[in-house]
Structure formats: structure tokens, C-alpha cells
């Protein structure tokens, strides 16, 4: 038996695959580390916007209200299911309702150290893990939102099928099964993240071996009516926010080859021309050794394999195109698939290059990857922006008149993270039929979908100023979604400026400032 043939039977059964005492050790000291850094800034960090749907959703009173509510905030209702005994344990909230994000960002970690370790050794695996948790990614570890959910179940579904493939037993079709239900109920693009790579997986390994294997497609495709108790539902409650982002003129929010630019966060930083110099390298070395030499280089590594991690890599324009046809709403969020295929990328190709010094580069990336990863998770406890409900400028007025908060994005967590005196002052004005002319619907539109499920004060903008002849208006500094600054002199207002301070920092289109006005008829 040949060389190659020796080392592809080595590898054929999962089991063969023995972790060693210090690699143990490695592991437990890595994921030490990530749940220190990760929990203290989930327990730090503020909530924001979305994650505050996410609680008062959760927090409903009873499991019937919480499913009638969850299709107006858009997403399946896993993450809801997760977070909901969480919120009952005695720690703080933010914590509570972060934890499963939390340790469903260190699975999904886990799993990509899985899938590279099967076909390279623990350092490249060690170097695709450390890429991912040093990625933008990591920012959803911290997060309550369903996007940690929807990468571990991704990485779980391919490590069940790449386990499947080396041994056979069914025992992993199970984890392929739960792996898509998983993440269809955790996002609406959860088929898509779990099926997409596996079907190019199978299908290369199906042309490779010149048979299809009926049982996995079979599999498969028993999970996928799932979508029809999650998409129906979604597509209803959301259906007032998707016509408002079609009617929208020019929506912030629409996909863009701009947004490929975010390729160059998805990798730790001064790593994007390294990977493309070794990629350069690779191809270099393969084009000047022999054809025997070339195979026996890259052979170790199943091209069904490689081609899961090329096809996660490209999730980043593949979602521009689903969000262009679909909904032309796109969020950075939703090609996280790319900075998984990336990291596994980087861990194969590397230990193809058959260089000497291959794995004193890998270990030396790695242990950076890691260090970049938790001090940026670390940072990101304590915002860097001035927080609205700690702003002196929100304090400076009339101790007793109402606050109107101009920016919807700012209105929840300002609400939430205010005195129960400041509470009652504060409101936000809607008229969804005038927002349409903004560049940014959704947030104003997300207000007015969850109204009966959310604490604070909503109100109808004609209403609330025939009832108030003179009131407060907070700018936190956004002019594509505090339309009602421009609006109120155009209709008669007064607006007298009473304190402003530089906003920090500056926006994109240049510097703006945070300010309070007094409002007169």
C-alpha cells in the first residue's frame, strides 16, 4: 500500500483520531480564557437595540405570548426557547440573557478546531480556531441575538457529515438532522448556512466516490419542513417592515459590492496579505514540484472538504445576492459564514504547503489570533461611544417636562438604563408612513411592530403634539433616523437649543454632535 493510500486509512475512522494529554490541556486553557473574557463583557456591556427586543420578548409572561410575539421581531424562536430560563437565574440580566450566545460562540469555535484537526494536526486546527475567535465574528459571542446559535449549528452539521463520511455510522446522521433543524429555528437563513455546504460537500464527495448516498440526502431532506413553521410566520409579521424597506428611496441598508470590503474583518488584522501570500506561495510550490509530489502534498485532505470550507468562505456575496432577490435588506451579520470558511482555510492550506516551517508559522499565528481575539473581546465591554442615559446633555433641561429621544435606535436601551423617574419623561414619536422617506426604516418600523410587547412609551406623533404645546428633543447625532429634527420647524416648531457636545466618535459623513433642544409651539 502506497504512502498516501496509508495515510487516507489511517484517517478513515473518527475514533483513530486521539487527542493527546497536552492538547487536552491546550483546549481547557483556551476555552478558560473565552469564557473569562466573554463573560465579563457580556456581564459589562450594555444592551443595545436589537438585544432588547430579544428580552422583552423573552420575558413575556407566559410561553403562548412569547410565540405570538416573536414573528414581529423576525426571527425563528430558539434563541427565545434558550434565553428564557436563563433570565430566571440570579445573576444580571445582561449576562443571563447573553449565556447561551456565549457558549454557542465557543462550540462553534470548537467545531471548526474539529473539522480542520480530522484532516491536518492540532496546530492548524489550533490556527483556524484562534482566526475565528480573533475575527468580527467574536462581537456575536457577546450578543443576544440568534447569530452565535446559527455558526454552532452549522459547524455542528458539517462535523457530523464529515464524521459520517470517515466512519459510516448513522450515529451522525443524528448530528447532521439536529445540526439543520438547529439552525433553521435559530435564523431564517439557517437552511441556507447548513444545507448549502453540505450539498457541495456530498455532491464533490458523491463525483469523487461515483455513488450518492441515499440515506444522508434522505436526512437532509426530512429536516428542511421545518421551514414551514418558521418562514410563514416571519414573512407575516414582518410583512409591513419588507414593504416599507421596498418603498423606502434609497435604503441605507441595501446589499452593495461595498460591502465585500468586509472580507478584510474577517481575518485578525496584518493577516489578509499574509493569507494571500501564502496562498500565492501554495500555488508557486505546487506548479514547480511534480505531479506525484503535488499529490502526495495535498492529497491527505479530502477535496469534499475543502470544498465546505471554499463554499462557507463565499457566504459574504452569496448572502448579498439572496438579500438582493430577497428582502434588499443586508446586514454584515449575515455572511458570517465567510469568517468560518476562512478560518478553516487557513488551517488546510497552510498544512498543504508541505514547508518545513509550516507549523512554526501556524503556532505563531495561532498564539496571535488568540491574543488579538480576547483583548478585542475584552475591549468590547465598555462601549466607545458616550452612552445616551449616561449623557450630561440629556440631563440638562427642565428637570419635569417629557422628552421626546429623536433616534429610535437609542430609545429602548436609553429607556431600559434610565431612573424609574426618567422613564416616565422619556417617549418616542412614531409616523411610519413619514419615516419611508428616510434612508433607515427599520428601527422606527421595529418599534411599531413589537408596541404591544415593549414597556415603553410609543406614541403617534400627531397625537403626542396636540397634547404637548412644549417639550424636550435629544439628537444623539444620526441624521438618517432623526428626521423629526428636520421636521418639527417645517411644521411651525421652535427649536431652542439649550446644550450640545461633539459627538465621539465622529460619524461617517463627518462630525456631529449630540444636543437637547426645547421644543415651542
Not at 473574557?37 to 420578548?57: G, K, M, Q
Not at 491527505?300 to 445576492?321: D, K, W, Y
Not at 419611508?436 to 400627531?462: C, G, I, K, R
Request: hydrophobic share 45%; glycine share 4%; proline share 7%.
Amino acid at each position: 500500500m502506497s504512502t498516501t493510500a496509508t495515510r487516507l486509512t489511517s484517517r478513515a475512522s473518527p475514533q483513530d483520531l486521539r487527542i493527546s494529554g497536552a492538547e487536552k490541556i491546550f483546549l481547557i486553557i483556551i476555552c478558560a480564557l473565552y469564557l473569562v473574557v466573554a463573560i465579563r463583557s457580556a456581564y459589562l456591556r450594555p444592551f443595545w437595540f436589537d438585544e432588547l427586543s430579544t428580552l422583552f420578548i423573552s420575558s413575556t409572561p407566559t410561553l403562548r405570548e412569547m410565540f405570538h410575539a416573536i414573528p414581529t421581531d423576525g426571527n425563528p424562536p430558539l434563541y427565545f426557547l434558550l434565553a428564557r430560563p436563563f433570565l430566571h437565574l440570579p445573576i444580571r440580566t445582561e449576562l443571563a440573557l447573553r449565556l447561551p450566545a456565549v457558549f454557542a460562540y465557543l462550540f462553534a469555535a470548537w467545531t471548526i478546531y474539529c473539522f480542520v484537526r480530522r484532516d491536518t494536526s492540532r496546530v492548524f486546527a489550533s490556527l483556524a480556531m484562534g482566526m475565528f475567535l480573533a475575527s468580527f465574528s467574536h462581537g456575536y459571542a457577546i450578543e443576544a441575538r440568534a447569530y452565535s446559535l446559527l455558526m454552532a449549528f452549522t459547524g455542528l452539521t458539517l462535523c457530523c457529515w464529515q464524521a459520517y463520511c470517515y466512519s459510516r455510522k448513522s450515529v451522525y446522521l443524528c448530528g447532521v438532522s439536529a445540526g439543520i433543524l438547529g439552525a433553521i429555528f435559530s435564523h431564517n437563513y439557517g437552511v441556507i448556512y447548513a444545507l448549502l455546504p453540505l450539498f457541495v460537500g456530498e455532491a464533490v464527495r458523491s463525483i469523487r466516490r461515483r455513488a450518492i448516498d441515499p440515506l444522508l440526502i434522505c436526512v437532509a431532506g426530512v429536516s428542511v419542513p421545518a421551514l414551514l413553521t418558521t418562514i410563514p410566520p416571519t414573512l407575516q409579521g414582518q410583512r409591513i417592515l419588507l414593504k416599507a424597506i421596498r418603498d423606502c428611496p434609497n435604503f441605507l441598508a441595501s446589499p452593495h459590492l461595498s460591502h465585500l470590503k468586509i472580507y478584510a474583518t474577517m481575518v485578525p488584522p496584518l493577516f489578509l496579505p499574509l493569507i494571500l501570500l501564502a496562498v500565492l506561495a501554495l500555488l508557486l510550490k505546487l506548479a514547480a514540484s511534480k505531479s506525484q509530489d503535488a499529490q502526495n502534498a495535498t492529497s491527505h485532505i479530502p477535496i469534499e472538504h475543502m470544498a465546505v470550507a471554499v463554499t462557507l468562505s463565499l457566504f459574504l456575496p452569496l448572502m448579498l445576492i439572496v438579500t438582493h432577490f430577497g428582502t434588499k435588506f443586508f446586514q454584515p451579520r449575515y455572511g458570517l459564514g465567510s469568517a468560518m470558511g476562512l478560518s478553516m482555510l487557513a488551517g488546510f492550506l497552510l498544512s498543504r504547503m508541505n514547508w518545513r516551517h509550516a507549523r512554526q508559522l501556524a503556532w505563531t499565528a495561532a498564539v496571535y489570533s488568540f491574543a488579538v481575539g480576547f483583548l478585542t473581546l475584552w475591549l468590547r465591554a465598555i462601549p466607545r461611544t458616550t452612552l445616551p442615559w449616561s449623557d450630561p446633555v440629556l440631563y440638562s433641561g427642565n428637570s419635569i417636562e417629557p422628552i421626546v429621544i429623536a433616534n429610535p435606535l437609542n430609545f429602548s436601551s436609553t429607556w431600559w438604563y434610565s431612573s424609574n423617574a426618567m422613564r416616565g419623561r422619556l417617549h418616542y414619536l412614531e409616523d411610519l408612513n413619514y419615516a419611508t422617506q428616510y434612508s433607515n426604516v427599520v428601527p422606527e418600523f421595529s418599534l411599531a411592530l413589537e408596541h404591544d410587547y415593549t414597556p415603553m412609551q410609543l406614541d403617534d406623533y400627531h397625537s403626542f403634539l396636540n397634547q404637548h404645546q412644549h417639550f424636550l428633543l435629544y439628537c444623539s447625532g444620526d441624521p438618517r433616523l432623526e428626521w423629526i429634527k428636520q421636521r418639527l420647524p417645517n411644521e411651525g416648531w421652535h427649536l431652542t437649543p439649550l446644550r450640545s457636545a461633539k459627538l465621539e466618535p465622529p460619524g461617517e459623513e463627518g462630525q456631529f454632535y449630540r444636543e437637547l433642544y426645547e421644543v415651542t409651539r
